[in-house]
């Protein structure tokens, strides 16, 4: 989204992106045929929601282990070198095909089932590797290796943390024995000699990802296709990122969002509070790193829940929740450092701001003042049941039906709006095609709901894919817990884009586009 120029996008998690060829999950090398779709659909971003490292059992992409590492549950494992020259899928033993089959048998993601056989598949192609590769020096031992050092900022750490987690049966290293709980020197460094296969094992793993990730990477470029990362506010209390910095992070209270539509009492998140004081002590290392990591991955990146920077909700132990800081002066300064540091740090890589819920007015016009575009979400874009016109969005935001954390616009038009809703967005003139419009989800309705989004004065608009087609699966229900959520999978394979009703979706996108000056691809 650069000055003068305005952009349209489609927003898709990576795990939601079906392909003939995948294990039941969306996989990093289906991504390429995927940005090729949206260029000829006219469209010039791709948004996702996180790829990093999430715990074993997890399912939601913001629980994370490693705030750097790629997860390995999106690698396609035909893509990898090492796993076809020691077999293939027929190198996996007769139980873990079985399981492989019935995951890519499945609606949703058998998340558990697929890391498990992956994990498989990657232990086979790292015997492989060392085999012909690593104990040979080969040159792609070498190109190894110069991962290794051009990462080991944070893949040392991370890779101690995996291997240490692994052999003590992924207990929380807050459970591990005192001396490497707390990363006393001695006790790191006899653990890292103890587990130095496995260490390399993860590291080999991420080298991996890293080469897939930069071929998608480069196809993407060459049709113009920005892609857009999400990068979640907060860590897990057991990842790597918290036991290497353990000073920068307070365990005794966890961070969560106040009172808001989504829940009445506010949400406690279970994870810990950042020490920004002993984080400025550190001169912001670790922000700095995440964020440089960042722009070497993705276009553009969304930074969820922003207004956490300027001030969190915290619960403590038998208290209330509250904001931290608690006054506005301080809350400004925190946010605009932190957010500075942030852009720097970034590079060329263009930072969204994630500014919805309950967010004070400053928020806004600081990210502003600060050049940062935030979001304006059609449905919450009202004041005493008035919407507002969408041609006075600023420039500098982001226009959208909707959000992973929302239901589909084909929901909200028939189920949520409501009768005055529905008569209140006609009132716009954007939207008078919808005057004598009923509950039913038409493909007038939703032609005119998109035509008036993509004429929005945001510089960018962005709608989930469901949105472009008019389907009605949504990705996650806030504050619940459960297989429906983090599970969605597109209608086609990314081999059936451009043909049947796919081709039918492009063609009106590459249509809307066009329409409203949108360039893409």
Not at 421 to 440: K, N, T, Y
Request: glycine letters at 10%; hydrophobic letters at 45%.
């Amino acid at each position: 989204m650069s000055e003068g120029r305005r952009e349209a996008g489609i927003l898709l998690p990576l795990f939601s992106v079906r392909g003939r060829r995948d294990w039941g999950i969306g996989e990093i090398a289906d991504l390429a045929p995927l940005v090729r779709w949206l260029a000829a659909a006219g469209h010039g971003l791709l948004q996702l929601l996180p790829i990093v490292e999430t715990a074993p059992g997890e399912r939601s992409p913001y629980t994370v282990l490693s705030a750097f590492a790629i997860d390995s549950i999106y690698l396609a494992l035909r893509e990898v070198e090492d796993f076809v020259a020691a077999g293939g899928e027929a190198a996996l033993a007769p139980d873990d095909r079985t399981r492989l089959d019935g995951a890519r048998e499945q609606a949703n993601i058998d998340y558990d089932a697929v890391r498990a056989v992956k994990r498989r598949a990657l232990e086979i192609a790292f015997e492989h590797f060392l085999a012909t590769e690593w104990r040979g020096r080969s040159a792609r031992a070498a190109a190894f290796e110069g991962f290794r050092a051009a990462e080991a900022d944070w893949l040392d750490s991370y890779s101690l943390f995996r291997a240490c987690k692994e052999s003590r049966d992924e207990g929380p290293w807050t459970a591990w024995e005192p001396a490497l709980r707390d990363r006393e020197p001695t006790a790191v460094a006899v653990a890292a000699r103890q587990v130095e296969r496995r260490r390399l094992f993860h590291e080999y793993v991420q080298w991996v990802a890293a080469e897939q990730w930069s071929a998608v990477r480069r196809e993407a470029t060459a049709v113009g296709v920005r892609l857009k990362g999400d990068l979640p506010f907060m860590v897990a209390g057991d990842s790597a990122d918290v036991w290497v910095r353990q000073d920068e992070f307070d365990l005794g209270c966890n961070v969560g969002a106040p009172p808001d539509a989504f829940s009445e009492r506010g949400q406690d998140w279970g994870l810990p509070v950042y020490r920004w004081d002993a984080m400025a002590a550190a001169d912001f290392r670790w922000l700095r790193g995440r964020m440089a990591r960042a722009g070497r991955l993705f276009d553009a990146v969304r930074v969820d829940h922003v207004v956490g920077y300027y001030r969190m909700w915290i619960f403590c132990p038998g208290a209330d929740g509250r904001f931290v800081p608690d006054d506005e002066t301080r809350q400004l300064a925190l946010g605009e450092r932190l957010l500075g540091v942030a852009l720097s740090a970034a590079g060329r890589t263009q930072v969204i701001a994630e500014d919805l819920g309950t967010v004070p007015p400053f928020v806004r016009r600081s990210l502003t003042a600060l050049g940062i575009p935030g979001y304006r979400v059609l449905r919450w874009e009202e004041d005493a049941g008035a919407f507002r016109d969408p041609l006075g969005y600023p420039r500098l935001s982001v226009a959208t039906s909707g959000t992973h954390d929302t239901s589909t616009l084909a929901a909200w038009w028939s189920d949520e709006l409501g009768d005055r809703g529905r008569r209140a967005l006609a009132s716009v003139p954007l939207f008078a095609a919808l005057h004598d419009a009923g509950a039913e989800f038409t493909p007038a309705v939703h032609g005119a709901l998109l035509d008036g989004l993509y004429a929005a004065g945001s510089d960018l608009v962005v709608v989930p894919l469901q949105d472009a087609f008019g389907g009605r699966e949504r990705v996650n229900v806030p504050a619940t817990v459960g297989p429906h959520n983090w599970g969605y999978r597109m209608p086609w394979t990314v081999e059936e884009l451009g043909r049947g009703s796919s081709a039918a979706v492009g063609a009106r996108l590459r249509s809307l586009a066009a329409r409203h000056a949108r360039t893409g691809g």
